[in-house]
């Protein structure tokens, strides 16, 4: 291992938090944003958001699909929810792109972390590090933070799941909630444009049997190898702040409970941490100040994530059919614009910004079953190399 180098700011994590945080860094000093795979590698996620974060973000060239409704089934009933803010699928691998496009200045690295050394020193890869901010976005395992003397994720507040994919195309983003295989569960198909995404989760986080339950709803006897992918991810808020460390995306336990939306949050409390901390490099505020400026953004949406939590937890506690006659009558549309409206103020979209200080001003079409460029580019890629294998 070679001297201690010197940094203004650390990142450690480069999925959706890490180069939201990042991005709100870039220019302002020196900055490192390491994680142990390369940008865009290790997607987990079912990659859908609302369509106004890629708006939001000028990102509409990783759009898949967007969805305008929600359909729930339960106890065999199937309820439809008009999204009063619709839904889009999108390529995990092109968004992270777009955003690592925008870190002018940023070094990115691939070193994975390996402790934080007395003297406050982080370790990454065979590199030694110091710096004034640092940024945990590790995701659930917040490995930073640990680092540092705060605790480890609470596994009784983790669900965890696994996901597949066909090529072939769907309308619907659909649910299947506490289906008779997943009872501590749900089921999805999330469409994609050019394929469909499935797979079943347990909010008890009980991982054994996933694989098997997934493949009894697709009707299959078996996966291929390496067709499954999978995950953790919290569903309780945490501290966003582990002494000096600010803490954002899952290993904040931003990820949304009973839902299980978690790049919204990471890309909205991302950029919130990225903008405290850049106030700390310019010198307008202590690291003290950005710190507690940075929890109490978050713990704004504290009340709504408790209640969320709540919910997850009746629901998953009470009889079935019980629970299918409230799925039903929160569709009635004056109550589900509102309980929309307060799900998009948890992590509002409208404070995501293209750059420091630039708003964007895109808008995407959000009518049902539209598909956006990130097909279109693997059907031409498709295209050239039927092409070129005929040639």
Known sequence: MTGTETYDAVVVGASFAGLA???????????????????????????????????????????????????????????????????????????????????????????????????????????????????????????????????????????????????????????WFRPPERPDGVHWAFPAGDHVREGSASYAGKAKGLREDLAHFEHLDAFPARAV??????????????????????????????????????????QAAGREARTVLEGTQSLGGALARYRATVERSRLAYRALEHFQDWAVRLPVPVVAPVVRGCAWGPLSRRLQAIYWAVADPDTLEVSPGTRAVTKLPGRQGVTGAAVEERRGAIDSNEEAASA
């Open 21 to 175: 945080a990042a991005g709100q860094l870039a220019g302002a000093g020196r900055v490192l944003l390491a994680d142990r795979e390369p940008v865009g590698a290790g997607e987990t996620s079912a990659c859908g958001t609302l369509l106004a974060v890629l708006e939001r973000l000028d990102a509409g060239d990783a759009l898949e699909q967007v969805h305008p409704e929600v359909v729930i089934n339960v106890a065999g009933l199937r309820v439809a929810f008009d999204t009063a803010y619709p839904f889009a699928t999108f390529d995990y691998r092109t968004l992270c792109e777009i955003l690592a496009a925008r870190l002018d200045g940023v070094e990115v690295a691939v070193a994975p972390f390996k402790g934080v050394e007395p003297g406050g020193a982080l370790l990454l890869g065979d590199r030694r590090v110091r710096a004034e901010v640092v940024i945990d976005a590790s995701g659930w395992r917040r490995v930073l933070a640990r680092a540092l003397g705060a605790a480890p994720a609470d596994r009784g507040h983790l669900s965890t799941g696994v996901e597949t994919r066909h090529h072939h195309g769907g309308r619907d983003l659909e649910f």
């Open 229 to 270: 992918h999978g995950g953790w991810f919290p569903a309780h808020l945490g501290d966003p702040a582990a002494s000096r460390a600010f803490v954002v995306g899952d290993a904040a336990g931003q990820c949304l409970p009973l839902t299980g939306e978690g790049i919204r949050p990471a890309l909205v409390f991302g």
